[in-house]
């Protein structure tokens, strides 16, 4: 069994930032396209940036020019560097990990809170 866990949440002020990190442990095969979502209180989960196998990224709108994300293909670990981070930020943070080519499924960590305060 595959599991995601996350780790680099916490409570900041606006401007400042944080890195998440997702480390995959388990039964690990190759994952192809892995990705960090966030869920606000109240809202849908949506994605923030994802990134496959071979380092193609894509990031919402409403985060590029401050996030970065990056993977680690021999640790199975993927990581988002988020800057200048905004209160509109704060939500629980969700890795994701799709496998399978073509896409079969995929796996979900737990999510870490991510507060920005004003």
């Known amino acids: 069994q595959v599991q995601l866990v996350e780790s680099g949440g916490g409570l900041v002020q606006a401007g400042g930032s944080l890195r998440l990190s997702c480390a995959a442990s388990?039964?690990?095969?190759?994952?192809?396209?892995m990705g960090w979502y966030r869920q606000a209180p109240g809202k849908q989960r949506d994605s923030v940036a994802t990134?496959?196998?071979?380092?193609?990224?894509n990031y919402a709108n409403s985060v590029k020019g401050r996030f970065t994300i990056s993977r680690d293909n021999s640790k199975n670990t993927v990581y988002l560097q988020m800057n200048s981070l905004k209160p509109e930020d704060t939500a629980v943070y969700y890795c994701?990990?799709?496998?399978?080519?073509?896409?079969?499924?995929?796996?979900w960590g737990q999510g870490t809170q991510v507060a920005v305060s004003s």
């Open positions: 990134i496959t196998s071979g380092g193609i990224t």
């Open positions: 388990g039964n690990i095969f190759s994952f192809t396209t």
């Open positions: 994701n990990a799709q496998y399978g080519r073509p896409y079969l499924g995929d796996y």
